[in-house]
């Protein structure tokens, strides 16, 4: 009886580590939700409140990273368990740092709403949003049912999101240049998109550590993960290279 208490107990350590992780999920999805929310509709109370929220995801990436390490020491994980416990310290704190992006373009609103750009901008930071906001939340699905199956599209949604980032990037680098009052605001859009294009990757690295968890083997790096910004230059008339 005493073994099966300590295996049950041991089963129900591991879980609260999972349960952290998908409270962790939704709170990083609604804070990048809310901070694009507030930067569209120039919502300067909305942007102190995602503010005020990083501190959940921080408190959560201690709680996990301590209970992690106690746990590890207490019952000496191998193999599987060792890999789930290990996966949900990298996992905490890849969602952590999606929480920071989304306080980042938080901290940007009253900026950029002191001089409003022109509304297909936003738009632009919307559908980019969009698309790395779903690819978090089918990647936190994943790691709920353990799916590795799904993985693959995850790769191919993040060539998609640095694609749509490299155009917007073009597109504020050319109101910039119509107009050097454009050029503050622009730049911190410019801020909030490649924050935007950071959250995909983040998800990116939260599918490939659940695929190392469910499968013990590592995804074959095959492609870069980078945007292509690096390589737009315009000339003075506007023409874009």
Not at 137 to 161: G, P, T
Request: aromatic share 4%; glycine share 4%; with cysteine.
């Amino acid at each position: 009886m005493t073994s099966k208490h300590i295996v049950r107990a041991y089963d129900e350590e591991l879980a609260s580590l999972g349960n952290r992780i998908a409270s962790m999920g939704g709170h990083a999805e609604r804070m990048v939700e809310q901070s694009v929310a507030a930067l569209i509709n120039a919502d300067a109370a909305l942007a102190r409140k995602v503010i005020a929220d990083d501190a959940i995801l921080d408190e959560g990436q201690r709680w996990i990273d301590d209970r992690a390490i106690l746990l590890i020491a207490r019952r000496q994980p191998m193999a599987d368990d060792l890999r789930e416990i290990i996966g949900t310290i990298r996992i905490a704190a890849d969602l952590e740092r999606v929480g920071d992006l989304g306080k980042s373009i938080a901290k940007r609103v009253v900026a950029v709403s002191d001089a409003r750009q022109p509304i297909q901008l936003f738009r632009g930071l919307e559908a980019l949003a969009t698309l790395a906001l779903t690819q978090l939340k089918q990647v936190l699905d994943v790691y709920a049912s353990r799916s590795v199956e799904a993985i693959s599209f995850m790769r191919d949604r993040d060539e998609e999101i640095d694609a749509m980032y490299t155009s917007l990037f073009r597109e504020l680098l050319t109101y910039m240049m119509e107009d050097p009052r454009n050029i503050s605001p622009c730049t911190h859009l410019l801020f909030c998109a490649k924050n935007i294009e950071r959250i995909g990757d983040h998800a990116t690295n939260i599918a490939e550590t659940v695929y190392y968890v469910v499968t013990g083997e590592q995804l074959p790096p095959e492609r870069p993960k980078e945007d292509k910004s690096h390589r737009v230059v315009l000339s003075a008339d506007g023409d874009k290279a």
